[in-house]
């Protein structure tokens, strides 16, 4: 693990939380999407060598509805920037760990992504993620 890359929050609204963390940092977003596949829409505040991620959702049934459901908005996870995320994620699997996918996605930000079962990090969903090569945004 190279770094904390990021912090996800998730938010009810994300026109609403942009507004409370600019506020809060003193920065704008430097960049809003959509992750259609998983049913998010994303915003990014750079805080130095660190993220801060808020993530709305878009579908009633997305990880992120059921998260905000089940415990309301708040902290969702933390991101873990690595080199290499194939041999990162068969060191973790040696050690027991179970990754939430068979393979890595492309997440927001440009990174592929694999996510840790909270049930084995204290309740706390860790990601692990790397800069996709393809430099598709």
């Known amino acids: 693990m190279e770094k904390i890359e990021?912090?996800?929050i998730a938010v009810k609204n994300l026109k609403i939380s942009n507004e409370t963390f600019t506020g809060i940092l003193g920065i704008e977003s430097y960049k809003t999407e959509e992750i259609e596949s998983e049913g998010v829409k994303t915003s990014f505040f750079n805080t130095g060598p660190n993220k801060i991620e808020l993530l709305e959702a878009t579908k009633k049934d997305s990880p992120i509805a059921r998260f905000i459901e089940k415990k309301g908005e708040g902290i969702h996870h933390i991101a873990f920037a690595v080199k290499d995320i194939y041999q990162e994620v068969e060191r973790l699997k040696k050690q027991g760990?179970?990754?939430l996918s068979s393979e890595p996605k492309k997440g927001a930000d440009n990174k592929l992504v694999v996510f840790l079962h909270p049930k084995q990090t204290n309740g706390v969903l860790i990601e692990?993620?790397?800069?996709?090569e393809d430099g598709k945004k």
């Open 97 to 99: 760990y179970t990754p």
């Open 128 to 132: 692990l993620c790397m800069e996709r």
């Open 6 to 8: 990021h912090i996800g």
